[in-house]
């Protein structure tokens, strides 16, 4: 059985989705320290809390469903604003 905690979005690239594709979020009872991340085209991942993007209210949620994985809280993005980081984007600075 899983605990459905929502829609996030994903902060780091996954598999072959960018960064901020938005994905369905899911804690199994069977593997709490881990997540299942759900894509529109019924791809799944199992991963952590390290791929999405994670404020207070989302992480809550997900300690709520029973996730012991690592969680990494990130502030929300302004609207057209990347979760790249500069050496993922190509820059060197």
């Known amino acids: 059985m899983e605990g459905y905690a929502g829609d996030f979005s994903l902060a ?3 598999e072959r989705h960018p960064s901020g594709t ?22 799944q991942v199992l ?21 012991t994985g690592p969680l990494v809280r990130r502030p929300g993005l302004a609207p057209g604003a990347s979760a790249e980081t500069p050496t993922q984007r190509g820059d060197s600075n």
């Open 12 to 14: 780091i690239p996954v």
């Open 22 to 43: 938005a994905v369905h979020v899911s804690v199994p009872a069977r593997h709490p320290s881990r997540l299942v991340v759900r894509f529109s085209d019924e791809e």
């Open 47 to 67: 991963t952590d809390a390290c791929v999405l993007l994670c404020g207070h209210i989302g992480a809550l949620k997900l300690l709520e469903l029973g996730y």
